[in-house]
Nanobody, 118 residues
Framework: QVQLVESGGGLVQPGGPLRLSCAAS????????MRWYRQAPGKQGEFVAV???????NYADSVKGRFTISRDNAKNTVYLQMNSLKPEETAVYYC????????????WGQGTQVTVSS
C-alpha cells in the first residue's frame, strides 16, 4: 500500500529557510505528480506546490519565488524548499498523492509542523 512520510518541520525565524521531505513507498514519485498542502490552525487546507513525473512545477501565488518543489526518483522522495518564511505560514504541511482510476483516491502523510516565529 501507499505510504507517505513527511519530515523536516520545526521552528524557524521569520525570513528563514526550511526544507521539508516526503518519503514515499514503491516507485510512486517517479510516475506520479506529488503535491504539498498546508493547513494553519482554524483555517482551510490550501494547495502549496506540485511537481509532475516530468518535473513540471506549479505553485500557489502566495509562495511563488520563495518555495521550490523537487523530486528525487532514486530516493523516492519529494522535497519542498521554503525560503523567506512568514509567520502566517505557520501550519502543518502535508504530502499528497492523488490516484485517478475507477475512483479518485487521495493518499496523505501524517504531516509535519512548521512554526515561523521570533
Amino acid at each position: 500500500q501507499v505510504q507517505l512520510v513527511e519530515s523536516g518541520g520545526g521552528l524557524v525565524q521569520p525570513g528563514g529557510p526550511l526544507r521539508l521531505s516526503c518519503a514515499a513507498s514503491g516507485s510512486i514519485v517517479a510516475i506520479n505528480a506529488m503535491r504539498w498542502y498546508r493547513q494553519a490552525p482554524g483555517k482551510q487546507g490550501e494547495f502549496v506546490a506540485v511537481v509532475t513525473s516530468g518535473s513540471t512545477t506549479n505553485y500557489a501565488d502566495s509562495v511563488k519565488g520563495r518555495f521550490t518543489i523537487s523530486r528525487d526518483n532514486a530516493k523516492n522522495t519529494v522535497y519542498l524548499q521554503m525560503n523567506s518564511l512568514k509567520p502566517e505560514e505557520t501550519a502543518v504541511y502535508y504530502c499528497n498523492l492523488r490516484v485517478r482510476g475507477y475512483a479518485t483516491i487521495d493518499y496523505w502523510g501524517q504531516g509535519t509542523q512548521v512554526t515561523v516565529s521570533s
